[in-house]
């Protein structure tokens, strides 16, 4: 018997709308999805999905005791550190050099580097030590290199530098300690290490802002940004004492791991700098918080745009800071590029 | 021309339009299953949009957590309110809405934060509060196993910082690392 292989018009037609509805329905993709979002207007998500730091980000007027007098362009791409030299003369370091600025703020000599400058200093003589990711060198003013030394090891990750004597101190926030250096690079101890047997309280150091420098009192001075201190050593590495406290209220340090940045006033006083919510601050010679030389409404006027101009900002950025004879204070502005200057205000 | 063959007629040209736009959809297809959306962490201002605008129910954007640039922190600023009472696991003292971080202790002073995936709805709260103050090893991605890769992101369209678009789908994450943002 012949087989009737005649698709009639129902079969066809039903057929063909099975198939249809298939590839549509394959074709679109989310069809099949049961947790699809149910269509008409979002709504934004309320107040307890927003990280609110508001209140922080306002500083009470009678605390500010600086106003910012000048904004000098540092022409770096990725301005780094910054500090005096003699004479009112101040370094600033970033992208792969050293500039020498004088007191107006006009370029006097740039200094060519291999590599992106870690940290600076100037000693006795008007040298400049430069520390590099895990090296230092040693150039005189004219810019002639004295001194370079051999490389601290694989891990080395400067941030810091600092010079007494014929002792180099260098922080290392690769390893989380300090090392202690001839003018050679020779290695004469290291301390700070976390579970160390040095009686230190041991470096927490989250992200590479790790600091140092000697202070008129004859103190090695660090900052130990994961326990929010400053931390005072003699300069064998015996730890003396500390101060700073963790907190987002104004005499406090805020977030993980802060201060970033400090540096010392003629009269001993400290200057401050924090990350994240950003405040340069006064302490006093025994670390009570004196007041503000700017806060964040002063520091970051638009903190999306700053982060979009700051390649650093992934990290949170901070300020670095120096200090000149007449009692200025230089913030160094990744984001703007800049020298911030702020000068006291007439009492 | 009879009824039935002019029928016969239509149906054939019908099926060979229907098969050649078939075709042309599938190799559409095919080139667009080469890529997935994704967030780039670099660009991400954390608006919190992820969390409401995917077409999923709940988003297919989760926050990560990058441990190589975690600084495993006791006071972690993606964990705790910017002002805690006290640094322990008390829901009070918990950044995230939704309980969705885990705390570890791991050796004095090092704690270890991991994300529970399912309870975590990519509001980017974290994101913001370990990015300002800390390395910002919380970041926002789109999860593959998740995301059913629309044509057109409906997140990527809100996004205000056009952090999200098309990348490989052999290399679909994007992460941060130690050297910091790429030039």
Known sequence: ?347 | MNRRNFINGVARVAALLGLGGLAARLLQHAQVAHTVWQIDPWKCTYCGKCATECVLELSAVKCVQFYDICGYCDFCTGYFEPQPNKLSTGAENQLCPTGAIVRKFIEDPYYEYTINEPLCIGCAKCVKGCTLFGNGSFHLQIKHDRCVNCNECSIAKACPANAIHRIPSNKPYLFKTREGKPS
């Not at chain 1, 040298?127 to 004295?146: M, N, P, Q, S």
């Open chain 1, 1 to 347: 018997m012949k087989k009737n292989t005649q698709v009639n018009r129902r079969g066809f037609l039903g057929a063909g709308l099975l198939a249809g509805s298939s590839v549509a329905s394959w074709l679109t993709g989310c069809g099949g999805q049961k947790n699809l979002r149910k269509a008409g207007k979002r709504q934004p998500l309320d107040a307890r999905f927003t990280y609110d730091i508001k209140a922080f980000e306002h500083t009470d007027p009678k605390l500010l005791l600086y106003t910012e007098t000048a904004q000098i362009p540092t022409d770096f791409q990725e301005p780094k550190r910054i500090t005096a030299g003699s004479n009112g003369t101040f370094w600033i370091g970033g992208d792969q050099a050293v500039k020498r600025l004088g007191a107006d703020g006009k370029r006097h000599s740039t200094l060519t580097l291999a590599a992106t400058p870690q940290a600076l200093t100037v000693a006795e003589q008007d040298r400049l030590f430069v520390a590099l990711k895990d090296h230092f060198e040693i150039y005189d003013t004219a810019g002639k290199l004295l001194q370079k030394s051999e490389s601290l090891g694989p891990k080395t990750y400067l941030t810091g530098i600092a010079v007494a004597g014929d002792v180099i101190f260098l922080a290392d926030a690769g390893n989380r300690e300090v090392i202690r250096c001839d003018m050679t690079g020779k290695v004469i101890g290291r301390f700070g290490r976390l579970g160390g047997k040095d009686g230190t309280p041991g470096f927490l150091i989250p992200s590479p802002y790790f600091h140092l420098l000697i202070g008129g009192d004859g103190l090695l001075w660090v900052n130990n940004s994961g326990r929010h201190a400053v931390e005072a050593y003699t300069l064998d590495g015996k730890y003396e004492f500390s101060w700073g406290q963790p907190g987002m209220s104004i005499e406090n340090f805020c977030g993980c791991c802060n201060p970033v940045y400090f540096t010392r006033l003629l009269d001993g006083r400290f200057v401050t700098s924090e990350k994240g919510l950003n405040r340069i601050k006064i302490y006093d010679q025994k670390g009570q918080f004196v007041g503000v030389v700017a806060g964040p409404e002063q520091l970051v006027k638009d903190r999306e745009q700053a982060a979009k101009a700051c390649a650093n900002c992934n990290i949170g950025f901070g300020f670095d800071v120096a200090c000149d004879s007449q009692g200025r204070v230089l913030a160094l502005d990744p984001a703007s590029r800049t020298i911030r200057i702020f000068s006291p205000q007439a009492t």
